[in-house]
């Protein structure tokens, strides 16, 4: 995940799903899948990687829904190249396609304090599966995180091929008493709190999807990776964006893109 600038200056250790820094230059934070194993081939096919060191999903074949701090705001914007179709971004079966467009939620200001999610409009659809957005507030049990990021929180690089890792959803009362002692304040309506002591996500995985199963049995996605201190550490879990709490206007927003 991408971990806050705010947390950085409370902090000074602070570490995120997206890549250290942010489109404009700026130091984020930034987060991958610790504790985690490889991704077979056509496991997650609506996964896709960002090339500012972040992840997302395909909510439409044009539109890519990632975190509001992966990208610098709303408007025009053909800087952001994404791959696509693959687990290990090597592969000559790479899909690729490039940002168009993006729209950011209204109310972001960092990751900490809510409103962490924007939508990107690709130049042409990718002929790739489309991950819906759960319907209800599916924010206790088990999820499954996945991204490119790191796989330590020391690691001095990111990975070329998909991690995956289930991780159980801890109480937002104690998530919030976590950070309140590190100075920040949860946003508990829009926030999933989840992990445990060496399995999280941490840099590099900012944007990247967190899914469950719905009652059919299909994939649906329930968060997205926003931020937390440091990577896999006891007592801070992830934090990620609740999709419930954001769902109308993010497929309000997908359909003005797609």
């Not at 960002?50 to 709303?74: E, I, Q």
């Not at 939620?105 to 042409?124: K, M, N, S, Y």
């Not at 319907?135 to 070329?160: K, N």
């Not at 469950?212 to 006891?234: E, K, N, Y």
Request: charged letters at 20%; glycine letters at 14%; a positive charge.
């Amino acid at each position: 995940m991408a971990r806050n600038a705010a947390l950085l200056a409370l902090m000074g250790v602070l570490i995120f799903g997206g890549a250290p820094v942010r489109a404009d230059g700026r130091p984020h934070p930034v987060r991958e899948v610790v504790g985690g194993v490889l991704a077979p081939p056509g496991k997650f096919p609506w996964v896709v990687r960002l090339s500012m060191g972040c992840g997302g999903a395909l909510t439409a074949p044009r539109v890519v829904l990632t975190a509001g701090h992966c990208v610098d705001g709303t408007g025009e914007n053909d800087t952001i190249k994404v791959t696509a179709g693959v687990v290990d971004l090597t592969s000559k079966d790479a899909l690729t396609a490039t940002s168009v467009r993006v729209i950011r939620a209204r109310g972001f200001r960092d990751e900490t304090r809510g409103d962490d999610w924007a939508v990107i409009r690709l130049d042409h659809p990718l002929d790739l599966p489309t991950l819906p957005l759960a319907r209800g507030p599916a924010d206790r049990g088990r999820f499954v995180v996945m991204g490119w990021g790191q796989t330590r929180e020391d690691s001095l690089r990111q990975e070329r091929r998909l991690h995956y890792a289930k991780v159980p959803t801890v109480p937002d009362e104690n998530c919030a008493v976590a950070y309140r002692k590190a100075g920040v304040q949860l946003v508990t309506d829009e926030s999933i709190c989840a992990g445990r002591r060496g399995t999280d996500t941490c840099q590099g995985d900012s944007g990247g999807p967190m899914v469950g199963r719905d009652a059919a049995g299909g994939w649906v996605q329930v968060g997205i990776v926003s931020w937390g201190l440091g990577c896999a550490r006891a007592g801070y879990p992830g934090v990620y964006t609740q999709i419930s709490a954001f769902r109308s206007a993010i497929r309000a927003a997908t359909r003005k893109l797609g």
